[in-house]
């Protein structure tokens, strides 16, 4: 809102040092500092009025050490994490982006799924909180809309460069914007993979788009309950969401400028590098949580903010066309949701081969493994930040190991 007020003020009355607002880094420094102060200013509040509410986490005693002393802290604390985002989001990003909108539709989105989860299991007393299969729905929902949104809009587009005869011309680009179903590939030297060949040349290209909405729908499923599994200790998901958002806003600042993407040699997406502006807010929101929810958490996020979290992640990396290297960035996620899947497999292989089912880790998600095996949960979120940090440092690496 206020880029359209001083794009107004500059062009009409030329008012002085309204021009600042067309810069992205200016935007995006705006955009964190307000989430920051929203966080601080109104974050003490909402956990008086969770709290007065008695809105409280109900604690199941797992047997880990100190987890029964966190009963009755206040839960859905992802409100902090919604207002510091949207706010700024909505001051300082222009509204007529369509990846901006995009980010802003699976924030409320998600956050909503999230909100009837924690509604359910808070005021309703029901522990299992929103059915698995109706969590499923909403995410497969917003699948829909994001891979529809990125097949079909006519402002989502790759720009494709002619190439030229010499590298030290004068002459002006020559390039196309064009619709495509690219995607970047990591470590991959001639690094884009058109998901069109995955119809093996059977089916018509014209149905990609099919193909390209079903992987969406799979990834926004697969990140949101990654990140949903992994706020399981004081600051794990929130701060590994700093992490993965910083890399997510460096890549969509070089995907969005023409300069460096040609540089690079990676993929140029016009006008996504306004998605910066939305990553500052995000890490801003996040880093403003962290204050409440570092050891010993004063207020949870609950699944109003960690299946948000994840859910947004999915869709920045769809928007920037990085998918496929959520499996670096998200490790952390990815490792956790893992985890889930291979205990609870092999549990029921094994009461079905042998009668009693067997476990390959103490507890899962992995973070409670190493509960169980004596790591003070301080110690196991910064060694798990530690690693978030060497895996997003590896894939700013592969931009240029190809």
């Known amino acids: 809102m206020l880029y359209y007020l001083f794009q107004f003020l500059d062009e009409r009355y030329n008012f002085p040092g309204a021009g600042v607002f067309q810069y992205i880094s200016f935007r995006a420094l705006g955009a964190v500092i307000t989430s920051l102060l929203i966080a601080a200013v109104f974050g003490r509040r909402i956990i008086d009025i969770l709290r007065n509410l008695q809105i409280g986490e109900s604690i199941r005693d797992l047997g880990l050490e100190g987890q029964m002393q966190k009963r009755g802290t206040p839960t859905m604390g992802g409100f902090i994490i919604l207002a510091s985002l949207l706010i700024p989001a ?3 990003a222009k509204l007529s982006n369509v990846y901006v909108v995009l980010a802003l539709v699976s924030t409320v989105w998600t956050g909503m799924i999230g909100f009837l989860d924690d509604y359910i299991k808070v005021f309703k007393k029901n522990k299992e909180g929103l059915q698995g299969k109706f969590k499923v729905v909403g995410q497969v929902g917003l699948g829909l809309i994001v891979g529809l949104t990125l097949s079909f809009n006519e402002y989502v587009k790759i720009r494709k ?4 005869l010499l590298s030290t011309s004068n002459v002006p680009d020559i390039y196309t914007d064009i619709k495509s179903t690219l995607t970047t590939v990591p ?8 998901y069109s060949s995955l119809l093996f040349g059977f089916v018509p290209d014209s149905y990609t788009w099919i193909v390209y909405v079903l992987i969406c729908i799979f990834i926004i499923t697969a990140v949101s309950n990654g990140a949903n599994i992994t706020d ?3 600051g794990l998901a929130a701060g590994t969401s700093v992490i993965i958002g910083l890399t997510i806003g460096v890549l969509a600042y070089l995907s969005g400028n023409k300069v460096f993407s040609q540089y690079l040699n990676i993929m140029y997406i016009p006008n996504a ?3 910066v502006i939305f990553c500052a807010a995000f890490v801003g929101a996040c880093v403003g949580f962290l204050w409440y929810n570092s050891y010993p958490a004063q207020v949870f996020m609950g699944d109003t903010g960690s299946l948000m979290l994840g859910g947004v992640i999915a869709v920045l990396f769809l928007a920037i066309r990085k998918e496929l290297m959520i499996p670096i960035i998200c490790g952390i996620f990815l490792v956790e949701l893992v985890s889930v899947i291979m205990q609870v497999s092999y549990f029921k292989y094994t009461k079905r081969k042998y009668g009693e089912g067997r476990r390959i880790f103490l507890m899962s998600p992995l973070h409670h493994h190493f509960q169980k095996k004596g790591y003070h949960e301080a110690k196991l979120v910064t060694r798990f930040w530690i690693v978030g940090i060497m895996l997003a440092v590896l894939a700013l690496v592969t931009l240029k190991l190809r």
């Open 187 to 194: 470590f991959v030297k001639n690094n884009e993979f058109d």
């Open 161 to 164: 460069y002619a190439p030229r």
């Open 273 to 275: 590098g306004e998605l």
């Open 90 to 92: 909505l001051l300082f």
């Open 232 to 234: 399981g200790i004081d």
